[in-house]
């Protein structure tokens, strides 16, 4: 019970936490383009993303995918469920640095379970989909079911590096200024315990608005877990390194991106809404000689340290 009490017990539920997340998400997907055109729910059994509908059905479902985790991890952990959120608490809500590396080992170990579980469910509805495609997974061109666990580039990228870094870049800052917007005790949080549900919507919000460049992964454990787990499970290169050919389509070694992006993303993310508005708030309080009510880590209703500190 006392390393529940701990370390332990927080990297369980960020492990358990980030699993609900990717049962969720990735399940979504797997839903939009295998399972419902598949079992004869869609026009024909290849057809997917022929409406705005289908995007709204993914974008949705991993909104309720976020906040789901939020409220199963939150209590213990605070439900950062994505490297980009611990390493920007680290940098600006004095997170220990030495929680950083377990926190994301715990969140890419639990995405590697949810891909699996997700899989297990599935594996019908993909083998049909990748036959209804004509396209065999381990010759790294089944690019459809693919898209069920981890992101790629849109073909008007053209193969290049630029816009997808920036994209990702830009997604990550946007969920870290509204996550730590709506944790925040002294802005306008949320009342009672609709705060995961809140950040649901933000990450809906940046689906809709920012997603079609790169299926917004916006989180290096949601992508690399599962990527990994599409590698080993007979995905081949489009998995790792995350090289695809066919036409004017194609990217190469892509893997690097929806890690790399997103750690720079959230830490930008961080200052602005610290810049912007926490020092703001913080001054304001100060100015008063009221004692400042110090924001809250995501999901956690327990006061953390206040910006710039």
Not at 18 to 27: A, S
Not at 53 to 77: E, H, K, P, Q, R
Not at 196 to 224: E, K
Request: glycine share 14%; with cysteine; aromatic share 14%.
């Amino acid at each position: 019970m006392g390393m529940l009490r701990g370390i332990w017990g927080e990297l369980s539920a960020e492990l358990f936490g980030t699993f609900i997340l990717i049962c969720f998400g990735d399940g979504v997907v797997a839903m939009a383009v295998a399972a419902l055109p598949s079992s004869g729910r869609a026009a024909t059994t290849s057809t997917i993303f022929q409406a705005s509908g289908d995007w709204l059905l993914i974008t949705f479902g991993w909104a309720f995918a976020v906040c789901m985790a939020v409220y199963v991890a939150g209590g213990v952990s605070g439900a950062h469920i994505n490297p980009a959120v611990t390493l920007a608490l680290a940098v600006r809500r004095k997170f220990p640095w030495n929680h950083v590396l377990p926190y994301w080992g715990a969140q890419v170990l639990g995405a590697f379970l949810g891909a699996g579980l997700v899989y297990w469910v599935y594996q019908s509805a993909i083998a049909a989909a990748n036959t209804a495609f004509h396209e065999v997974a381990s010759a790294g061109n089944a690019l459809v079911t693919y898209s069920i666990f981890a992101t790629f580039p849109a073909p008007y990228f053209h193969g290049s590096i630029g816009g997808p870094l920036v994209d990702e870049i830009v997604g990550t800052a946007l969920l870290l200024i509204l996550v730590l917007a709506i944790t925040d005790g002294r802005n306008l949080s949320p009342g009672s315990n609709l705060g995961p549900l809140i950040i649901g919507f933000a990450v809906f919000a940046i689906g809709t608005s920012f997603g079609a460049n790169t299926g917004y992964a916006i989180n290096p454990a949601r992508d690399f877990g599962p990527r990994l787990f599409a590698f080993l499970f007979g995905w081949g290169k489009v998995a790792l390194p995350g090289t695809y050919s066919s036409g004017t389509f194609h990217f190469t070694d892509y893997f690097w991106i929806p890690i790399v992006a997103p750690l720079i993303g959230g830490v930008i993310g961080a200052l602005l809404y610290d810049w912007f508005i926490g020092d703001v708030l913080h001054a304001r309080k100060r100015g008063t000689g009221a004692p400042d009510e110090v924001p809250p880590e995501p999901g956690r209703g327990e006061p953390n340290i206040e910006p710039g500190q």
